[in-house]
């Protein structure tokens, strides 16, 4: 051999890919009662380990981690109870080309697929898409984020404990243990982030031809409209803003309000954050309601979102107070916002909402079109022809009209971004078929005399005028 020939590195997790990878033919032959078994006992699992679960949610984003699981719960009894028809074969429609042969779509699993999974909701997003995987047959190697090494730690003993090791392998650590698993032959990679490992993603599941599905959030719009209700639209925003104190995928971003009422929208919006998380006037710091951020890190980063506009001109309506010690960011309302500044175009992921005002609906979605595609989409009315409109002229993963982020975790809805905010649908229905890959099936008949007859060359003269019927438009 040539002493200068470049020797491949061995990959560290070659040994655990290999395994999955033989233990795939015989998972895709499992029957829906066996697949339900495994979700009854990954439930039955996170039910058992509730307490730690619900502690390292305390420790690592300042609110009760046991929060996260009630939609895990819901999720895993619709695939339960539905399994079993998904996966039978799908009829498909008689036309003329099938000339009397049967023909269906057969649901059958990808193979081996990696899931990269995120910190913001840690176990329930390591775990929710894993029900589709599960369900759709799938060998998984499932990589927790390493920002939330407790919710990590749980989840691995979750898939332990429900006796699932054989069939998702758990594997922790920091970004050069996805950059390894990445370069591994996996059948689909899904990965719950931001746009810039999203692309490193489709780099490396291009290498393959891997299938991806990509959930990545964006800067969320939520328009007010000069008839919404200023009560109910302060009140859902005020709340949904801080959900994981920001830290959602689907929280709005930003705020356009009709020019009429911005005034006494964001008096009433102001009104509300208070209500829900200083109601005694002892400061926002003090609330056992408004989670933290999730490490200094990200508190900095939100900081310097702030700071960046706040210099170039924004105006600090509410809040703006950052303690990157205690992991804090005050509820922050900013105006007179600008496209130089970062947060323009930047996702906050954070307690920070930014307004904007508008004087026709045109301007508004002229406004939100200055923004790559968001995953969700907020229009708050009471006219129904307004609510239309705003449907029909924007684009974006999901929508709520006269609400925001409930759209998440509704399983007879399919999830999922749109372009820069996301590839491909999670939950129900939607996630089994997303981590299956439907089979073309055309069957003639078992006895070739019952079946419908071939035509071999050579062919008559009368063929030619044959053709030329079936092309008559």
């Not at 779509?105 to 990808?110: L, N, Q």
């Not at 999730?294 to 809040?319: F, P, Q, Y």
Request: glycine content about 8%.
């Amino acid at each position: 051999m040539n002493q200068y020939s470049p020797v491949a590195e061995a990959n560290p997790y070659q040994d655990v890919f290999d395994r999955l990878q033989a233990r795939a033919p015989a998972l895709a032959r499992t029957t829906a009662v066996e697949r339900i078994a495994k979700l009854r006992a990954l439930y039955q699992a996170v039910y058992e380990l509730r307490a730690e679960i619900g502690q390292a949610g305390h420790d690592e984003l300042g609110m009760d981690g046991k929060l996260h699981l009630i939609p895990l719960k819901e999720e895993i009894n619709f695939f339960c109870e539905r399994l079993e028809s998904w996966m039978g074969n799908e009829a498909v429609e008689d036309v003329p080309m099938l000339q009397g042969r049967k023909a269906y779509i057969h649901w059958e699993p990808k193979g081996v697929v990696l899931h990269l999974s995120t910190w913001n909701s840690p176990v329930l997003i390591s775990l929710s898409p894993l029900i589709s995987m599960i369900a759709a047959g799938n060998a998984v190697v499932l990589k927790p984020s390493e920002v939330a090494p407790l919710s990590a730690e749980m989840v691995r003993q979750v898939i332990e404990k429900a006796g699932l090791a054989d069939d998702v392998a758990v594997i922790t650590g920091g970004p050069e243990v996805a950059q390894a698993l990445l370069k591994l032959p996996f059948n689909h990679i899904c990965y719950v982030g931001n746009n810039r490992v999203g692309r490193l993603v489709m780099e490396a599941a291009a290498r393959h031809f891997a299938g991806v599905t990509l959930e990545m959030g964006g800067k969320n719009p939520a328009v007010i409209e000069r008839d919404a209700d200023l009560e109910d639209a302060g009140s859902k925003i005020a709340f949904v803003r801080h959900l994981i104190a920001g830290q959602v995928c689907l929280c709005p971003d930003y705020l356009l309000v009709h020019e009429s009422i911005k005034d006494a929208y964001v008096d009433k919006l102001k009104e509300k954050i208070t209500a829900f998380y200083n109601p005694n006037g002892d400061g926002f710091k003090s609330s056992e309601d408004l989670p933290r951020i999730v490490n200094e890190r990200h508190t900095l980063r939100i900081k310097a979102l702030i700071d960046d506009a706040v210099s170039k001109g924004a105006r600090v309506l509410m809040g703006g107070e950052v303690d990157p010690a205690t992991r804090f960011v005050s509820p922050t309302i900013l105006d007179n916002v600008t496209e130089d500044m970062e947060i323009f175009q930047e996702e906050v992921f954070g307690p920070v909402l930014t307004v904007h005002s508008f004087s026709t609906r045109e301007e508004a979605v002229k406004e939100i079109a200055k923004r790559p595609k968001p995953l969700g989409l907020y229009v708050f009315t009471q006219d129904r022809e307004t609510a239309d409109w705003y449907i029909d002229h924007t684009r974006s993963g999901s929508a709520a009209v006269n609400n925001a982020a409930i759209q998440a975790n509704i399983p007879t809805l399919p999830f999922g971004g749109s372009n820069h905010s996301g590839i491909g649908r999670l939950g129900g229905k939607a996630g089994f078929q997303e981590f299956s890959n439907g089979r073309a099936v055309v069957e003639d008949a078992l006895d070739p005399a019952q079946g419908a007859p071939m035509f071999y060359p050579p062919f008559p003269k009368e063929a030619a005028m044959f053709v030329e019927h079936l092309l008559m438009p």
